[in-house]
């Protein structure tokens, strides 16, 4: 589960000045292993100035295109996101580990729904796989799209998303918002608000017609647009959300006090891949992903932020407890997973699983 596998990068496209799209190679043999969900993201490793650096990102094609893509928007100063959009070529080999994430909904081509979504720049990412893949798979539903953007110049995904408009007329509605480039209806300027948002939802998209909504981009944004659909109306369990959060500033743990006479260290059983691994760690010092990695184990991970989910686990016996968490919905932390990167152990006995998927 923890595997990365090697891929041959077939295509780089530059989309804007600052993102370009990958399209991976998958040999046959790994074309089980690579089968993805729409919004589905992949964790990509590369060695760069010596350093392993591991990020995630969105793939941004259709279930049904049999294509393996993602966009990579390059970050201000940011490492991953500069080195790909400077060196990144077509031949070139990275470290890709299979898909992960649960940015999406099940479809049924009996279905006939309204989504909503609201993206802003590379946030596009993961909505267009779901668009494509939605339109495809089930006739009768229809998409609005609302795209936050600085200009023109910066929409990725501009040419594809025009394409989809053509073939799915009266199925796709699509409404660009920018910033920083006037636009004859007013509504249409600016950013992507909650009051932005709430103008949405009087004027252009009536709230009782929508079945479900995602939302992704940066992460004020995600929580005003989410803010605006709950008090329209929307049910939280409708809206899905899916945080990039390159600007969430790492969390320093702040050590418990662990009772007088307690035990200080846990004995932590790991099984993945179906084999189970042990080892004792202190209950406060590290997380149970930095634990495991000391130990030998080959624990997946990418941001260790708590935002990408890569390190997602089931608790099946004991208990810990979770510094923060950006990417667990409400439903996974009651039915018992954790994020391992922000786990810290609370029993003295903890048992973890990173096989059982749902
Ligand atoms: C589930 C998920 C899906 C994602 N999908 C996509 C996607 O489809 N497309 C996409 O483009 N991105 C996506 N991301 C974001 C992506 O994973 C990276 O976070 C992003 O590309 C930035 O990585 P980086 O290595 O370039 O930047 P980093 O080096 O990680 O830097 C991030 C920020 O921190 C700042 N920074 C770096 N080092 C320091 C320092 N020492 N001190 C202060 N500040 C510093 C940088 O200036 C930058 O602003 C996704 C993230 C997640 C969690
Ligand atoms: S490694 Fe990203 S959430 Fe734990």
Known sequence: MSKFYPLTVAKVKHETRDAIAVTFEVPPDLKDTFAYRQGQHLTLRAMIEGEDVRRSYSICSAVQDDLLRVAIKR???????SWANESLQPGA???????????N????????RHYLAFAAGSGITPILSIIKTTLQAEP?????LVYGNRASSTVIFRDELTDLKDQYMDRLRLVYVMSREQQDIELF??????????QFLQRWIDIR?????????????MHGVSRSLQA??????????????ASIPKHEHKPRQIEAGARHQTEVTVIMDGNAASFTMDKDKESLLDAGLRAGIDMRYSCKGGVCSTCRCKVLEGEVEMDVNYALEDYEVARGFVLSCQSFPVTDKVIVDFDIAE
């Open 75 to 81: 970050t201000p100063g940011g490492m991953f996101s």
């Open 93 to 103: 080999t990275l470290d890709v580990m299979p898909p992960m994430g649960h940015f």
């Open 105 to 112: 909904v099940p479809l049924d081509a009996a279905s006939e």
């Open 140 to 144: 009768k539903s229809r998409f609005t």
């Open 189 to 198: 300027n600016g950013r992507i608000t909650e009051e932005k948002c709430g």
């Open 209 to 221: 017609d929508i079945d479900v909504a995602f939302i992704c981009g940066p992460e004020d944004m």
């Open 232 to 245: 329209a109306g929307l049910a939280k369990e409708k809206i899905r959300i899916e945080l990039f959060a």
